[in-house]
């Protein structure tokens, strides 16, 4: 059964290539959504996908990419909607 991970991420995460990544991880574990640099230096990330898969990709998210530096993840979880086809950054 897919769900659906809706989360906010701030500290140190923006400039760091942390949409790059998170894109790149996504990918890797199949999942669909996107992700965003919010105006307030957070980054967003939708992801749709198999509860395993999403649970690795929480995982990832609480410690981001090499030079970012996670202070807080606000993760909320509710039921897949189908809508992605793929995970794409988006542009805020």
Avoid: I
């Amino acid at each position: 059964m897919n769900k659906r991970l809706e989360a906010v991420v701030t500290g140190y995460v923006q400039g760091v290539s942390f949409r790059y990544y998170t894109r790149k991880e996504a990918q890797h574990l199949g999942l669909t959504g996107w992700v965003a640099n919010s105006p307030d230096g957070s980054v967003r990330v939708v992801a749709e996908g198999p509860e395993h898969q999403l649970g690795e990709f929480s995982r990832f998210l609480l410690r981001g990419p090499l030079h970012a530096h996670v202070e807080h993840v606000q993760a909320d979880w509710h039921e897949a909607t189908g809508e992605f086809s793929g995970f794409n950054v988006r542009y805020l």
